[in-house]
């Protein structure tokens, strides 16, 4: 049985924020994606910060990593096997596994690629996913803490599912791709209309001087 955890924090006012953990069953395939087919397990009023989750969640994710270590559980006689996958959006990623932030030298989840290098799209996945870029579960729980050379894992990862397990929400990802790409029409549709209202005014005046 394939069973997802997944979170969303949403902000209901200026002041008021919660985050919403969540499960589904990905082997229920008409429901997984539906609103029936997902249940709640904790409601936290508060902001995604990584010292909350683990106060407020500690049980659940404690519960989440013990299923995920024996991989099983009875219901009477029966035993049913388990695979776990945590999703989330990018920020809640981040937080749960104990990764500094989005801006950080070393913020992506899965691998270690450096800031600087983030804009070279010329190697193929398998550059980031074998050493030594490949990050493991093992080594961000061992890394966390640690003053110098720890890849920005800051904190003791929450969950323990191995990252190839570990789901980035596209929806939100496309929902921030398009946010930045409308960002930036808006941007240069601006810069086009200051323009043409430079030249009409060039315009008229060079107008009006050879008129004199």
């Known amino acids: 049985m394939r069973i997802t955890f997944s979170d ?6 200026r ?24 249940h709640t397990l904790a409601v936290v009023k508060a902001s ?67 800031r600087q290098n983030r804009w070279d799209i010329s190697y193929n996945l398998s550059h980031y996913n074998n050493e030594p870029l ?21 904190n003791q990862p929450l969950i323990e599912i191995h990252l190839d397990h570990i789901i980035v929400d596209e929806l939100h990802l496309l929902l921030r791709v398009v946010d930045v790409l409308i960002d930036n029409l808006i941007k240069d549709v601006l810069e086009w209309d200051k323009r043409e209202d430079l030249r009409r005014i060039e315009t008229k005046s060079e107008g009006f001087i050879s008129t004199s």
């Not at 969303?8 to 006012?13: C, E, H, Y």
């Not at 002041?15 to 997902?38: H, P, R, Y």
């Open 8 to 13: 969303d924090g949403a902000q209901m006012s």
């Open 15 to 38: 002041n008021t924020n919660f985050v919403i953990l969540t499960v589904a069953l990905l082997d229920n395939k008409n429901d997984a994606m539906a609103a029936k087919g997902n």
């Open 48 to 114: 995604e910060n990584y010292e909350v989750l683990k106060e407020a969640c500690g049980n659940v994710f404690r519960k989440i990593n013990s299923l995920n270590r024996v991989k099983r559980f009875k219901v009477g006689e029966k035993t049913i096997n388990l695979e776990l996958f945590f999703g989330g959006d990018y920020k809640f990623l981040l937080t749960v596994m104990g990764v500094q932030n989005a801006t950080c030298n070393r913020s992506c989840v899965w691998c270690k690629m450096p």
């Open 134 to 154: 490949k990050r493991t579960l093992h080594e961000m729980m061992k890394m966390a803490g640690k003053g110098k050379n720890n890849y920005c894992c800051v």
